[in-house]
């Protein structure tokens, strides 16, 4: 993996060096200080080579939730400072909150993680030496979608956006189980498959941009073929999105792409579930949005709309009637996260001001809320130990802070107010019943599936019966229920800075 | 301007796509893998052309990834596999050769005619490579679908894998190339021949998808 990692670091460098090279404004503020940008990056590169040789598993853990936080702290900063774009890292308004959601997400998780991986060791599922590659992955991991999330480089962020891919394909594998093999093959073909359509798609992206842009690096820099991307030829622009509209599609999880999702997310370990429901479906499509832009800028080009709306509506349908068969707990939310995927592309779809804005909004509360629920699930499974629905029952009696943390849980991931989720999903459907009443009569159709299948299979695990072992739990509740906590105050009241600057993108993404 | 190198690039690239139908119909592993390593020689050749004509010494590297990695040690690696799992050598096929070979041409004409109005502003030698390149990644992507055991099916990824690098140097100036070869022949060498193809020898006696499929029974 050491070469792989070659590239990224030098393009930090590079990309601060010569600073405005795209712009050309300001030059020289740039000091020698290693900025913020870089430090989101390093610091999870340097934690990884560092926890492949740590030999203790609580020394791991702890150095995995450190390095998170510092991650976390180096990400806010940049809401205050911002570097100047250079040829290959960008921190701009609609990525800036990204990174910040990406390391708070990763830093909750490796605090879950850390009680969740205690309790594999005991029962044997994991040992220490897979701890180690297990906490290096997890730190890698989060470089890749932090990168994926910086790069002003098409390039680089599919290099990125692999990269984060390939980490969880080991990690599903991590159990050796039949069905965790299984899992991480098919997650692997599958997502070599999209991988390898969207650099064809950046490749002809690329090909567009050469004529206008002139060859070289500047043909894949977002911010200078935003700026030129009236003059491409819409044809070709076309056919690109529709290739990376494929291949990053497949990593969202979009409807007839999504075959790997479900297996990834049950056979892996949870807090891998966790991240990648919360954040990677999250960076995959933050990558499609970036081309979206590209093609809104064209007005030749096709209106990347109707797609959008078809697969979104496609996965929200698919999803909802899914929902309804599933007999695993955790296949049962990936199921969910498909869903989900699907109004958020949806809601983009639409596009408008409204539309954006529901789309932000919904991205954010689906990964908070996902990843808290992929918390308490992960516990759930270990005091069961299965992933069986039918063998898990009446938790609000035996376990009542996970129990009820699944209710509020599945509670806000259904749309019920007061939880933010139900905010964008509310504005999601008013403002489609505004434009096109037929679509939002079959987005309605498939959220009420959604929701019955939920709350059908929640009310069998959390009320009813108790069912399956009831030994006591070590769990962390501190990222639970901070995750619940801020969705809710999101759904209550959304901070007047939060909202102006959700509308300020909303109308970037046109 | 339409000199002998055009030509030369366009024969290398037409061989590109005719090898990827010579695999489409070998039945036999060893077989299939020998046609592999001419597909990733014809690679190197049409790679090394680019950088010539292109005057893109950078290229020369991706051509040599190309030649030692994905010529000699992938294929070479992956026989060496297949003698040691014992795997079965014949290549399972989900649907008849005939008819693949028959989507196989479909594939291209589509790739053809999609590509080739669209880059038409484009200069010559993008536009037609571009338009092969998309034929040899269908047909990588058609060679996944229709092959039953997981030695055949990377086979069909690395073909894949092919053409996209193709169409990365058929793009004159295209940069990170060179980073992105790389990139993926360490994706190919760490996942593929590493871990997994062990990892499911060691649970499942067989590299077939089947097996691997008897599994799911029970879950939903």
Redesign the interface.
């Known amino acids: 993996?050491d070469?792989?990692q070659?590239?990224s670091p030098l393009a930090g460098v590079q990309g601060a060096a010569p600073p405005g090279g795209v712009r050309g404004e300001a030059p020289g503020t740039h000091t020698m200080t290693i900025d913020p940008v870089e430090l989101v990056l390093l610091v999870p590169l340097v934690a990884a080579a560092l926890l492949v040789v740590v030999p203790s598993y609580r020394l791991g853990a702890a150095g995995n939730m450190l390095a998170c936080l510092v991650t976390l702290v180096c990400a806010l900063m940049l809401l205050g400072d911002r570097p100047v774009p250079g040829q290959y890292l960008l921190v701009d308004d609609l990525n800036v909150v990204f990174i910040v959601l990406n390391s708070f997400v990763g830093f909750t998780t490796s605090t879950f993680s850390a009680s969740y991986i205690a309790h594999e060791l005991e029962t044997g599922r994991l040992t220490p030496r897979h701890l180690r590659f297990y906490h290096a992955m997890f730190q890698l991991m989060l470089f890749g979608m932090n990168l994926a999330l910086v790069a002003n480089?098409i390039?680089?962020m599919?290099?990125a956006v692999?990269?984060a891919t390939?980490t969880t394909?080991?990690m599903v594998?991590i159990y050796?189980?039949?069905?965790a093999?299984?899992a991480?093959?098919k997650y692997?073909?599958l997502g070599?498959?999209g991988i390898?359509?969207a650099?064809?798609g950046t490749?002809?992206v690329?090909?567009a941009a050469?004529?206008v842009v002139g060859?070289?690096?500047d043909?894949?820099v977002w911010t200078t073929l935003i700026a030129h991307a009236r003059d491409f030829?819409p044809?070709?622009l076309?056919?690109a999105f529709i290739f990376l509209l494929l291949g990053y599609g497949t990593k969202v999880g979009l409807a007839p792409l999504h075959a790997w999702l479900p297996d990834a997310h049950a056979e892996g370990p949870t807090p891998i579930s966790a991240v990648l429901s919360g954040l990677l479906l999250n960076v995959a499509l933050y990558a499609l949005l970036r081309f979206k832009m590209l093609l809104a800028a064209n007005p030749d080009a096709i209106a990347p709309g109707p797609l959008m709306i078809a697969l979104g509506l496609l996965s929200v349908i698919f999803a909802g009637l899914m929902l309804y068969?599933?007999?695993?707990i955790k296949?049962l939310f990936a199921y969910s996260s498909i869903e989900h995927m699907g109004i958020i592309v949806f809601a983009f779809g639409m596009a408008g001001p409204l539309g954006n804005f529901a789309g932000l909004l919904q991205m954010t509360m689906h990964s908070l809320t996902k990843s808290a629920i992929f918390f308490t699930v992960g516990h759930i499974a270990q005091v069961k130990g299965t992933q069986r629905i039918a063998e898990m029952g009446g938790l609000t009696e035996t376990h009542p802070l996970l129990g009820w943390g699944l209710v509020a849980g599945v509670a806000a991931i259904l749309g019920l107010p007061p939880f933010g989720v139900f905010t964008s999903e509310f504005l999601v459907v008013t403002s489609t019943f505004a434009r096109e009443p037929v679509l939002a009569v079959l987005l309605v159709i498939g959220l009420l599936l959604a929701f019955g299948a939920l709350l059908l299979r929640l009310t069998d695990v959390a009320f009813g019966p108790v069912r399956g072992p009831i030994g006591p739990v070590h769990a962390s509740y501190i990222p639970l229920f901070a995750h619940l906590l801020l969705v809710l105050i999101a759904g209550i009241w959304l901070p007047g800075p939060m909202v102006a600057w959700f509308q300020h993108v909303a109308a970037l993404l046109g | 301007m339409h000199s002998l190198s055009f030509d030369i690039a366009h024969m290398l690239a037409g061989g590109l796509v005719l090898v990827s139908f010579l695999m489409l119909y070998q039945d036999r592993l060893y077989a299939l893998l020998n046609v592999l390593a001419l597909h990733a020689l014809v690679l190197a050749l049409s790679v090394a052309w680019q950088a010539h004509i292109q005057d893109a010494p950078h290229l020369y590297i991706t051509a040599a990834i190309a030649l030692g990695f994905k010529a000699i040690l992938i294929p070479w690696a992956l026989r060496k596999m297949v003698f040691r799992l014992g795997i079965h050598r014949e290549v399972e096929t989900v649907v008849s050769i005939g008819l693949t070979m028959l989507a196989g041409m479909a594939l291209v004409a589509l790739s053809l005619q999609?590509?080739l109005?669209?880059?038409a502003?484009?200069d010559p030698v993008?536009r037609e490579d571009?338009a092969l390149?998309?034929s040899v990644?269908l047909i990588g992507?058609l060679m996944?679908v229709t092959r039953r055991n997981?030695v055949s099916?990377v086979v069909g990824?690395l073909s894949?894998?092919n053409g996209?690098i193709f169409?990365?140097t058929g793009?004159?100036?295209?940069?990170?190339v060179v980073?992105?070869s790389?990139?993926f022949s360490?994706?190919i060498a760490?996942?593929v021949v590493g871990?997994?193809l062990f990892?499911?020898r060691?649970?499942?006696d067989t590299v077939d998808d089947a097996a691997?499929?008897q599994?799911?029974g029970g879950?939903?």
């Open positions: 993996m070469r792989f070659g590239p480089n390039g680089l599919w290099v692999e990269l390939l394909v080991v594998g050796r189980t039949h069905e093999l299984e991480a093959w692997f073909i070599s498959v390898a359509l650099l064809f490749i002809l690329y090909i050469r004529p060859e070289g690096m043909a894949m030829d044809p070709l076309n056919i068969r599933r007999r695993d296949r | 999609v590509m109005p669209v880059t502003q484009a993008a571009i390149a998309l990644v992507l996944m997981a099916q990824f894949l894998e996209i169409a990365a793009a004159r100036g295209m940069p990170l980073e992105i790389v990139a360490v994706l760490f996942i871990i997994f990892r499911i060691e649970r499942f691997l499929d599994f799911r879950r939903s």
